[in-house]
């Protein structure tokens, strides 16, 4: 049995995406520090929060509900690395990397939610 969430490996691999993203938007263009690199922070932040949180609820359906805002928070994300690559906003190495991540990250997050009987999306 999970002690803390931050026993979750789903977790650590959501804080290690997050820092990613810190340090990726780090060298986005100034102009941007109000939008996409503010965007994609707080959705990479939303991801191990609400997992965090979610661990934190008594009840399997607050869990659940928490997973699915990660869940949701993780494909903001991909989409907003999209647009940064699209727009040559930073290395496509350390993109790709964040792309990465938020497959894996995504992946696991869809096996919790299996696991407590919830594998499609509504």
Partial sequence: MVQSFRDLVV?????KL???VYELTKDFPREETYGLSSQ???????IPSNIAEGTGRSKTP???QFLNIARGSNCELQTQ?????????????RLEEAEQLTHE????????LDKLG???TH
């Fill in 62 to 64: 607050e869990l659940r």
């Fill in 40 to 46: 994609m922070r707080r959705s990479a932040v939303s």
């Fill in 11 to 15: 977790w650590q691999k959501a804080m």
């Fill in 81 to 93: 690395l999209i647009i940064a690559k699209e727009l040559n906003f930073a290395n496509s190495d």
């Fill in 18 to 20: 997050t820092v990613r």
């Fill in 105 to 112: 990250v995504g992946r696991m997050i869809f096996t919790m």
């Fill in 118 to 120: 919830q594998s499609k």
